[in-house]
């Protein structure tokens, strides 16, 4: 509730930073039902993202559609780009072998974005008109920061509502154990389905907002160093954690502000991610939400564990 | 696409006399790919962890080189005369080659021990994204130190091209870089050979292969030769990088481009192969250059993405791999 | 009725026959025992029956269904029910989400419901955490329902695993090694369960087991595995004097 505040308090630029936290909290909460609760490692994330992104960019350029009804088609675009991600798990694919499938996937979206500019704008990138919403434009962070807020909330509780319910069981049985959660009846293939389009539609949701947040699409926006970017939010807040999602967004969203600070490391995220990882692998596993949880017990969620 | 390949058909005559030096070319750059992809099934079988920053270290391998160079040449110049002279008979840049394998195995080495050896027997995930994140960190430094412009290889040799036949009327050509490049993969590819088969440290390895646990139970100190393989795994990438590099030129975002290749190649040889791997290479690079100009540029680039996904989906299993999938 | 038919199973790995043209019949009520030397296909056998390997040739028919040709969560769906010989359990769920995983069928929450958090979402996931509680408890677990499966002592992992194996009331199930690790009373317990369940609720046991006494104990036909291949079937008494089976566990 304090967050609503927080226009009160924030100039323009700080507030962006903010919304960007709210587009991260999203694709960071994406991800972590694959990486997190399947327990799979794979790349399509940023795939994800982007496809959400241009989704909601070729609907409000080359359709005219009003922003906010770009929202949820994006989210479907995102599902749907999961579901074919994930359909080699259909035919038994596993492990490392669905993990590379799913890189060279991302690649393969890359390539895509430079090669089709009918579409997407190619590597002039595309730009987005201001995003409205119910015929309101939104043109101030502040006002972007309420309605993002709002789709947060609600795919937050969403997504919260279903991992823990028997479908979020389903996808820890499968992370722990897949052939004993098909001795349980769980069709596993299938389930690897789901994870994968829930995960995009949340995560193709992200990418919406993102649009509407940096007006300006382009594809150099997904390459490599977003993919290190989130997983650098899911590992620090916490794998498969909703609280370390939030954790790490917060946290690994403001680094480049900090580093922006500090003449020497400028273009240093890169590496700098990269040892958080490392860090966060070797000495603290579950990452930044199994630490405060010892704190106070408000952070704990299903992964604490001491 | 659909024209491009019908044009292709019709226009086969004309187009035929071209494939010899498509499979020649793709044979060159096969070989690269096929070390490297070699130089992964190593660290994959030793370890069973699938190295997914090793693109990473290959291109540090090339920039290695990069910056070992001038201080090599200079230090060079700088001997007494006597040690200058006889210096004067070994290039630089076998000098700096053989350093930077040599800091490339300690990297490997140095990797296994601190940052993998502690969390095998942790969750896959964990072990797969270390890698990942040692790939993001050495590339990250890479590219903030040398990454803001477009550097080139120093060349030891001058680039040469000779014909090796001709046919109606096209000659087939290869460039000295080339026939090196072959020259180099074939001879460490024998090496590799004798190693495993002849000699005990060979040996040792494929009990490891087999087996981690029986091997210590029998007293092979696992850990160690790990660190070993890991080593050898990193150097024998260095190795491919440092070609790459002279083929291409330093950038560096060739970590994942290197990577998928790689993949691509064990991925249709099978992965854990070691055959596999080295014909899997061979067999993507002929097919980027024939399908790249028979029908369509864009074959170069999307190649190893569209093998990697077609062979999951149809034969997971690749040429001489082994059981990939789950019965779900 | 048989409840389940085997009916010449054969099992190859490349050329290793690993289960050599095995027939046998699972009747409900009675618990049928699988023994044999250590590599004799006793799992692979099972794996079989619960769909994890496939058949190179013969049948397999649950309740006069052919299941040989379906995928393991289908083979399951349909009430064959398995534990397994290391792990199954699912580490990073507590008991009570173990058994409540076990319930995953029989939960029929919609993903609308789920959702929306509808009413009826919620009540039939408390009806299921009720019948997982009162599982746990009939076990004598109950107090451990909050804790995470990988921190229980071995005998309260291997209650888990029956509980949970056994929350569908399944018309079959299979038990591989459930004595393994076990003290003397905790088994004594495990065979009292055992025998409870197939007396008074009529479940068909198959069970894979090392322990001879406990097999001799609670098994009313003992099925003997060799190669791949049965070298004897008969009651308890019959085995235990029978010279093949002392041969192939003495060998000679």
Known sequence: MLALALPLVLNQYLQYVVNLMLVYILVSVGFNIVVGNLGQLAFSNVAFFGIGAYASGILTTQLGMPWWLTVVPAGFCGALAGCAASIPALRGVRLFYLAIMTLAFGELMRWLYIRTPGLTGGSMGLTVPEPAVFGWMLTNEYQKFYVFLFIVVVVVIATSRLLESRIGRAFLAIKNDENAAAAMGIPTGQYFLLAFALSGFVVGIGGSMYAALVGHLSPEDFDLIQVILHFAIIMVGGLGSLIGSILGSILITATPEVIRHFEWLVGSEEWIFGVAIIVVILFLPRGLSSLLAKVNPIFKDRYYRD | ?328 | MALLTVTNATVQFGGLIAVNQVSFRAEPGKVRALIGPNGAGKTTLFKAIAGEEQLASGTIHFQDQAIHTLTPHEISARGIRRTFQTGGLFGELTALENVLAGLHTKIPSSFGGLLANTRSAKAVEKAATKKALKLLDLMGIAHVAEQWARDLSGGQKRMVEIVRALATDPPLLLLDEPAVGLAPPVRLELMNIIRRLVDEENIGVILIEHAIEFVMTVSDTIMVLNNGEVIAEGAPDEIRQNKNVLEAYLGR
């Not at chain 2, 993998?116 to 995930?125: A, D, F, S, T």
């Not at chain 2, 903030?144 to 290889?153: A, D, N, P």
């Not at chain 2, 993949?263 to 596999?276: D, E, N, R, V």
Request: charged share 10%.
């Open chain 2, 1 to 328: 696409m659909i024209e491009q390949i019908q044009s292709v058909l019709t226009n086969w005559d004309a187009m035929l006399p071209v494939l010899p030096q498509l499979v020649v070319s793709g044979i060159a750059i096969g070989m690269l790919y096929a070390l490297i992809a070699l130089s992964m099934t190593i660290l994959y079988r030793a370890t069973t962890v699938v190295n997914f920053g090793h693109g990473d270290l290959v291109m540090l391998g090339a920039y290695a080189l990069f910056i070992l160079m001038p201080m090599v040449t200079f230090n060079i110049a700088v001997e007494s005369s006597a040690l200058g002279l006889l210096a004067s008979f070994v290039p630089p840049f076998l000098v700096a080659l053989i350093l930077s394998l040599l800091v490339l195995f300690a990297m490997g080495y140095i990797i296994h021990r601190v940052f993998i050896w502690p969390i095998l027997k942790g969750p896959h995930l964990s072990l797969a994204l270390m890698a990942i994140a040692i790939g993001y960190a050495v590339r990250g430094v890479i590219r903030k130190e040398y990454g803001k412009e477009v550097l080139q290889m120093p060349r030891p040799f001058p680039e040469q091209e000779f014909e090796l036949f001709n046919w109606g009327g096209f000659g087939t050509y290869m460039t000295l870089d080339e026939m090196i490049f072959c020259g180099v993969v074939i001879v460490m590819l024998l090496i590799s050979y004798i190693v495993f088969s002849k000699t005990r440290f060979g040996r040792i390895v494929q009990a490891m292969f087999q087996t981690q646990r029986g091997s210590s139970l029998v007293g092979i100190n696992v850990m160690h030769y790990n660190n070993l393989i890991w080593g050898v795994g990193c150097s024998l990438g260095a190795l491919g990088g440092v070609m790459l590099g002279l083929a291409l030129a330093l950038d560096p975002d060739v970590g994942v481009w290197t990577l998928l290749r790689g993949f691509a190649a064990m991925t249709l040889g099978g992965f854990g192969s070691l055959y596999g791997a080295v014909i899997g290479g061979l067999i993507i690079g002929i097919l980027e250059k024939v399908l790249g100009v028979f029908i369509s540029t864009a074959f170069i680039e999307i190649t190893c993405y569209l093998v990697i996904i077609l062979v999951l989906l149809i034969r997971p299993k690749g040429l001489f791999g082994q059981h990939a999938t789950l019965r779900i």
